[in-house]
């Protein structure tokens, strides 16, 4: 079977849906996705989407909060069109449908969350990634020109005389196929499911990130992994994302003996950038050697089940009260900072191949990203990839990138360590990003780490072609947590989502840019 659409968007969160919308009224659109429509982390967004719409609020107190977020390497130009094009964008959604929170009298009710100077996050309750992919969906669903197969498994992109030119994919029923069209969209998503422990959907294994790779675009930033500090820590219940709202809204981090310690850590106590509070509760973990809770035993009981409907559900669900018990969480892989290296119109360095959302970088996130600014991000960026898809003539290709090109064998000297013959396995990789390449890392972990994803490349290039959904699965992992841990290795300080504990520094004279990498022909 193969298929021959004018535009081809592998993916089905809110930057794949927002370019199909824009592509739509210029050809026909396909869209791939792996799953059911929606299971991407768009409608795991729980706490909101961040634009500057209040009468407090500007774009520029915006961008000053997401460049201090981004730890000093955020690329300017980038935020600067996320935070002007975000109330624009978010206006639209709402002429689309999408019904944010609004207060009793008809105002947006908008949230701070953490490193927020303001209220700006507008919200659904806590189930805003829905209610703006539903948005979305509907949008799509009604266009005569945009189709979408479920269940299909990008598993490559088919280059042809240096450009991109489709997709390979294994369809429901597992037989190999292509589509081919002018321009085609990474849309994937995030890669959480690289790490052992993860707030991210299975579907969020960087398939994206391996596929741009393996074609030849360059990736960027990926050293830079935001764990989420709270994600609910109960045995035998998946960890559930705990959103920063709750925190917004005067949810407390309490040590068992019931004391908040935050600001034994951070100045900006329960409040802090993500990567702190992280840190911080690791810290206490450490100190105390006993849990870490989430308390909202002060707050109003009626208010917090009303406000977080669906995370008090899944709370109820592990035998707890939102509102009247601590919640016990811990850090969790939750957002990758880097990823396919874009411009500001999604082009990669592949021609023909744009990348929008999670799975592309701009370095608009810089070294942390600021909570709630991903659905932003997939909305803003999603529009302009596909305007660009459209505009950009099949001979030109007037990429532009902003971070640091670095020769692979600068890291040196970590090719070997893996025993001849082992066969990786989902387990063994997860397992090893976690406790080498996770929120605290050091050399001997990331140098151990690297090894043995070199010995794990080595074994994936002698393999065929992924012909199950398992096997494409593996393979991704492998090759992203790779990536990661080479990028990890290769920066000797800390900043943002990076954290070397033998490097304890920020260090701006040595490495103060972001850096790319990108496959030997």
């Known amino acids: 079977m193969s298929s021959s659409p004018d535009y081809l968007i592998v993916g089905s969160g809110i930057a794949a849906l927002r370019a199909a919308l824009e592509l ?9 996705t792996k799953a059911a429509s929606g299971e991407g982390n768009t409608g795991y967004a729980q706490g909101g989407i961040a634009a500057a719409v209040g009468d407090d609020d500007d774009p520029a107190l915006h961008e000053r909060d997401t460049l201090a977020a981004g730890d000093g ?3 300017l130009n980038a935020v600067r069109v996320l935070v002007g094009s975000g109330p624009a964008d978010v206006h639209r959604l709402m002429d689309w449908g999408a019904a944010f929170d609004r207060r009793p009298d008809g105002e947006l009710a908008l949230a701070r969350e953490a490193a927020h100077s303001v209220r700006r996050v507008l919200h ?3 189930t805003t990634g829905r209610t703006i992919g539903g948005t979305l969906w509907a949008q799509t669903a009604a266009h005569p020109r945009i189709h979408a197969l479920e269940h299909a ?11 991109a030119v489709g997709i390979a994919y294994l369809d429901p029923d597992g037989t190999r196929s292509i589509a081919r069209a002018r321009a085609t969209l990474l849309a994937t998503g995030g890669a959480g499911q690289v790490f052992r422990e993860t707030t991210n959907p299975e579907v969020a294994s960087g398939d994206g990130i391996a596929m741009g790779w393996a074609a030849g675009a360059r990736v960027a930033d990926l050293e830079f992994v935001q764990f989420h500090p709270t994600a609910l820590q109960v045995e035998g219940q998946p960890r559930f994302l705990l959103s920063e709202a709750l925190r917004g809204e005067g949810a407390r981090l309490v ?3 019931g004391e908040p310690f935050m600001t034994r850590y951070e100045a900006a106590g329960d409040l802090a950038p993500r990567d702190r509070v992280s840190r911080a509760i690791v810290r206490e973990l450490a100190r105390t050697g006993r849990p870490v809770f989430l308390s909202l035993q002060h707050l109003d009981a009626t208010m917090v089940h009303a406000r977080f409907p669906h995370i008090a559900e899944a709370c109820r669900a592990a035998g707890l009260d939102l509102a009247r018990d601590p919640v016990p969480v811990s850090p969790a892989a939750h957002y990758v900072m880097g990823g396919v290296e874009t411009d500001l119109d999604g082009r990669t360095s592949v021609p023909g191949l744009f990348a929008a959302g999670e799975v592309a970088c701009t370095g ?3 070294a942390n990203r600021l909570a709630s600014n991903s659905l932003l991000e997939g909305l803003v960026f999603g529009r302009r990839a596909g305007q660009a898809m459209v505009e950009t003539a099949a001979g030109t290709w007037p990429a532009r990138f902003s971070a640091r090109l670095m020769p692979t064998h600068a890291i040196g000297g970590a090719a070997t360590g893996a025993a001849a013959g082992d066969v990786p396995t989902v387990g063994t990789v997860r397992a090893r990003m976690w406790n080498q390449v996770g929120l605290i890392r050091d050399r001997a972990g990331l140098d151990a780490a690297v090894a043995a994803f070199e010995a794990d490349w080595r074994w994936l290039a002698a393999q065929p072609p992924a012909s199950t959904v398992d096997q494409a699965r593996l393979g991704s992992l492998i090759m992203v947590g790779g990536l990661m841990a080479r990028a990890a290795l290769r920066r000797e300080e800390s900043r943002g989502g990076h954290y070397r504990s033998d490097f304890p520094a920020r260090n701006d004279a040595r490495w103060g840019f972001r850096m790319a990498e990108q496959r030997a022909p």
Do not use: F, K
């Not at 739509?24 to 791939?32: F, K």
């Not at 598993?155 to 042809?160: G, N, Q, R, S």
């Open 124 to 126: 659904a309750r806590d």
């Open 24 to 32: 739509a009224e210029s050809g026909d659109v396909l869209l791939l």
């Open 153 to 163: 498994r990008a598993t490559a992109i088919l280059v042809e005389d240096g450009r």
């Open 364 to 366: 608009v996130h810089g």
């Open 73 to 75: 390497i955020c690329d």
């Open 255 to 257: 040590n068992a003996d």
